[in-house]
């Protein structure tokens, strides 16, 4: 398995010969965390490569005789590699949205548009790799909240969040149920010992599979029962990405097939940016 702080291997794809050399040189130059293990000047060379070699990122040209950098991505159903198409022509953005392609970069590429777009893969395989690395969380497991006089046993799936206020804490359950205990959020997060929920405010810890709305104007998350909770600032970055991570379709190995989250109150950015 490669580890957190691994370079990332690269296969560049472009049947021109001096795009292939000078995407090839930024990366060496502006991109410490990637490393080019191969350049194919065609999308058959480029599949058997991709096969054999099995890259973290594939930087992938549009228009190419014979077989175009889409119709390669066709022949990878189960893909498990990060896309960036690095392009001449616009008016292919919206298709490498449908093709769920990480960025899109206008030729010539832009030294501080690359270097972001690698900040961004390598942080996203971070995250990634972290959650892969715990234990796979049971839904169904039990813990113990205690009350004045009460038990109870609640199934870690059934939370959706908790809600701190000095020394006491409030979880609030699907169904509409809400428990407090006399328990400071610190003390809560070693006791539900789960990587499925993130601290995403001073006083709030999530469970990130019951948010269904970010809102980054307001920074609120908007949870499955329709409740609004704060979503610290200096938090965005992280959860945006621990989200993006969810956003896994589990059939099969495919690793790292995203959808970005609905984002509401903000526009999607274009590709490339």
Do not use: W
Request: glycine share 4%; charged share 30%.
């Amino acid at each position: 398995m490669k580890e957190v702080n691994d370079r990332l291997r690269v296969v560049v794809v472009d049947d021109e010969l001096p795009a292939r050399q000078a995407i090839h040189r930024q990366i060496e130059r502006h991109c410490p965390g990637l490393d080019v293990v191969y350049a194919a000047a065609n999308a058959a060379e480029a599949y058997r490569e991709i096969k054999r070699l099995a890259p973290d990122v594939v930087f992938l040209d549009i228009r190419m005789p014979d077989e175009s950098g889409m119709e390669l991505l066709d022949r990878f159903p189960e893909r498990d590699f990060y896309v960036v198409f690095c392009t001449t022509y616009h008016e292919y953005a919206v298709e490498a949205i449908r093709k769920q392609a990480f960025d899109y970069l206008l030729k010539p590429v832009d030294a501080e548009e690359l270097k972001a777009c690698a900040r961004r893969i390598s942080d996203h395989f971070r995250v990634g790799s972290l959650l892969k690395a715990d234990p796979q969380p049971d839904p169904q497991r039990k813990i113990e909240l205690q009350t004045s006089g009460h038990r109870h046993f609640v199934k870690v799936g059934e939370i959706l969040n908790i809600e701190a206020s000095g020394s006491y804490s409030t979880f609030f359950l699907t169904e509409g149920r809400r428990i407090t205990i006399s328990k400071n959020l610190k003390r809560v997060e070693e006791l539900i010992d789960d990587p499925g929920f993130f601290r995403v405010h001073n006083s709030q810890l999530v469970q990130l599979s019951s948010v269904q709305r970010c809102n980054y104007r307001s920074n609120t998350l908007t949870l499955m029962d329709g409740s609004e909770v704060p979503m610290a600032v200096r938090k965005r970055d992280e959860v945006r990405l621990r989200l993006e991570q969810l956003m896994v379709d589990v059939e099969g190995p495919k690793r790292r097939r995203r959808r970005e989250p609905p984002m509401a109150a903000e526009p999607r950015p274009p590709l490339g940016k």
